[in-house]
């Protein structure tokens, strides 16, 4: 079935609020967050503070709004994995799935640039940081609920499905992290980091890490006097 192309009010609709949350994020991220109003926003964009609210119910609002549609394009791709996934397997492919997608959507919004600005931002304003911390608390609920569902199990009796999605979400912020300090700053590079650092998520709760360790998984040296 094919979904029809938006008419040009929504066309116009979306300009709009591409345009305010551009212009918002180039604000916070060059004077500051605290020091940016809402009426330096929509004089810029040249639209009245009532057009403001009807996207945006505040200034808060406006400034996770690209980073809503990546968590977005993820929880969508997750509750479309095959159902055969294990818990991991499922975030895994769901989150490279959903970077894939996410490259594209948020060009189409802000430069790579500019969201990776408004990432350090957010880190450095406490503020954006204490919201960031909920948001990514109630989010890391939502996918719990999502991995439960899919493995049959009640969330609020069995911790497992919370306890991978901490884990999953540990190496998203790790990843984050490394991406923001790096030299490569595209979102083909945030994406290889994601892969690799996902790679390391098994090893990384195993017992040991020293080579040779037992319960490393790695083949363990004959000891002195065993049979060949």
């Known amino acids: 079935m094919t979904v029809p192309a938006p008419g040009l009010r929504e066309r ?26 809402v009426d ?13 609210f009807r996207y945006f119910a505040s200034k808060e609002e406006v400034a ?3 980073q809503h549609m990546v968590e977005t394009l993820f929880v969508s791709a997750l509750g479309q994995r095959p159902p055969g996934e294990g818990p991991f397997d499922a975030l895994r ?14 060009v189409e919004v802000v430069p790579v640039e500019l969201y990776l600005r408004t990432f350090q931002l957010i880190e450095s304003t406490p503020a954006l940081l204490a919201v960031h911390l909920r948001r990514s608390a109630e989010t890391e609920e939502t996918i719990a609920r999502i991995i439960a569902e899919r ?12 306890i991978a ?5 540990g190496v998203m912020r790790v990843t984050g ?16 980091l994601t892969e690799r650092y996902l790679d390391h998520l098994g090893p990384a709760l195993a017992p040991h890490w020293r080579p040779g360790a037992a319960g490393d998984g790695a083949p363990q040296a004959p000891a002195a006097g065993d049979a060949p």
């Open 165 to 169: 999605v901490a884990a999953f979400s």
């Open 12 to 37: 116009k609709k979306q300009r709009t609020r591409d345009a305010l949350i551009r212009v918002a994020l180039e604000l916070f991220t060059t004077q500051g967050y605290e020091r940016t109003t």
């Open 93 to 106: 492919h769901a989150v490279l799935s959903a970077w894939d997608q996410t490259g594209e959507a948020i």
């Open 177 to 192: 992290q490394m991406w923001v300090r790096g030299t490569d700053q595209s979102l083909e590079a945030i994406r290889a």
């Open 40 to 52: 330096e926003i929509v004089d810029a964009v040249e639209v009245s503070q009532r057009t403001f």
């Open 64 to 66: 996770f709004a690209v």
């Open 151 to 162: 493995e049959g199990l009640d969330v609020d009796e069995d911790p497992r499905p919370r």
